[in-house]
C-alpha cells in the first residue's frame, strides 16, 4: 500500500495527539498541523479507506491497529533520525 508524505504527516499528528488525550478531534488535527478543518476531514475519509483511522460523526478519530502500528513505527524512526550526528 503507497502512503504520500500528507497521509504520514496526518496520521503521525493523530498519534502524537492521542497518545497526550484519548479524544482526538479534527480540529485539534486541523491546529496540530496549521491547515483547515475540511482539509481534515478530507484527509480522514482517505485514511479511513486506508484502514488506518476510524472517525465518528462529529466525534473522535481512533487509529486503527494498522494505522496506530505504521504511525509507531514511524515515530520511532524519527526518533532514531534526531538520535544520529549531524552528516558533515
Not at 38 to 50: D, G, N, Y
Not at 60 to 81: M, S, V
Request: positive net charge.
Amino acid at each position: 500500500m503507497e502512503w504520500t508524505c500528507t497521509h504520514l504527516r496526518y496520521l503521525l499528528a493523530i498519534y502524537t495527539l492521542s497518545q497526550k488525550a484519548p479524544n482526538v478531534g479534527a480540529a485539534a488535527v486541523a491546529r496540530a498541523l496549521g491547515v483547515s478543518c475540511p482539509s481534515v476531514t478530507r484527509m480522514l475519509a482517505v485514511l479511513a479507506e486506508k484502514d488506518l483511522v476510524t472517525k465518528e460523526r462529529y466525534g473522535k478519530i481512533t487509529l486503527t491497529e494498522t494505522g496506530a502500528a505504521l504511525a509507531h513505527q514511524l515515530q520511532a524512526g524519527l526518533r532514531d533520525l534526531e538520535r544520529r550526528p549531524a552528516c558533515s
